[in-house]
């Protein structure tokens, strides 16, 4: 007499299937809320603290180079202890330390808890798409993915959202305990619907015949065309973010003089980029990865541009295009690693990840030191810069490998 047949996943209609969806959702706001609130605050917090414009950016950099160096060791924790324990572990630290950050008796203070936050914040990117492809049936898992990046995506911005109007009216304090608020009650929200795990199988240390860790380190380390997409990670991600990081300083500032609490509202830009990521797998398979690429950082560098101008409409019309350009650049080369990262994809993932939230941290920062004596100029020239490197490493090294059209590209908002 045959045993029960092996568990598939939770196909789409079941129990199984919404609490994973609505935990994932939940994941995502509670992870990218706290992540980027302070992204928010950055005026409020500068004057706060009497430090310039670049050194409050690195109240956002130190999240998300602590979430940078954690993602790899997240994942082989998640390997060992198993995908929703990691992730329960990782949130339940992440709203403990976000709930301190407003308490944070000065900057450096602040920073160190800000980097601990964002570590802790890592064990949830480096293992959710993990847990949802062995717990979701194969045939549905696309979709569950669509709604856990949509989760991250609405809860950057309302992060951002709540966080700035709330530091015109009270404090930056105020705003980001709010956010941690918000995040605490997602974090119950995930641990409560997170359906107990069916398809988790422990990864031994060193499996049989199976490379270990380093050598799969390596063998994505080795490959010139993963180099030249974690690049793409890196330059277009650090530009990305340092153009909302100073942007709200330049709209506070003359000729604008907008206030704080419209001045988070250019976020919703941001939601530019849920179109745009899908739209990236449509002219992947009509034009080449490469080419849909290459138009994207394009893309990118018109809407800057179009920032320079002294009209608050333009400038919110290039932050749109900037801000399309980017998630269909990011949705092109995310997707593209694990098709060329063939050996530890896992890893290439991860890797990727590294080099995108690494991106975030120096550049996030660095844009700010030309950005507080030269203006916005400085700082588009700067981030202008970090493009054409970028779009010049894929022209050399992904042209043999993406040139032609293809069947399928994934999509990472």
Known sequence: MSGPAPFAGHVRGSAGYRRMIM?????????????????????????????SEARAALAVSAATLGLAVSVIGWSVVA?????????????????????LVPTAPGFEALLGLRFLE?????????????????????????IAAGTYISGTTLGGLAGRLIAGPLSEVASWRVGTLAVSLLAAVAAVAFIVL???PCGFTPVPRRAPGQPGLARKLWANLANIRLLALYAQGLLL??????????????LEAPPFLVPASLTSLVFIAYLSGTWSSRQAGLLANRFGRLPALLGSIGVMATGLAVTLAPNLVLVLVGLVLFTAGFFSAHA???????????????????????????GSSLFGWA???????????????????????????????????????????????
């Open 367 to 413: 844009v700010g030191l030309a950005f507080v004596p030269y203006g916005w100029g400085g700082a588009v020239v700067f981030i202008l810069v970090l493009q054409c490197v970028a779009a010049g490493l894929a022209a050399l090294f992904l042209r043999a490998s993406g040139a032609r059209p293809v069947g399928t590209v994934a999509a990472r908002g």
């Open 237 to 250: 991600m650090g530009g990305f973010v340092a153009v909302y990081n100073f942007l709200g300083f330049r």
């Open 118 to 142: 964002g570590a802790a914040l890592g064990g949830i990117p480096a293992t959710a798409l993990a847990y949802l492809s062995e717990e979701i049936h194969a045939m549905h898992s696309a």
């Open 23 to 51: 935990a994932l959702f939940a994941a995502g706001v509670a992870t990218f809320s706290q992540l980027y609130s302070v992204q928010g605050v950055l005026p409020a917090l500068s004057r706060a603290q009497g430090v």
């Open 194 to 196: 997170a359906p107990a």
């Open 79 to 99: 390997d060992r202890i198993g995908r929703l324990r990691a992730m329960q572990t990782a949130v339940i630290a992440a709203v403990v330390l976000g709930l």
């Open 332 to 358: 092109v080369a995310s997707g593209w690693v694990p098709l060329i990262g063939r050996t530890g994809r896992a890893q290439s993932a991860s890797l990727y990840n590294l080099a995108y939230y690494t």
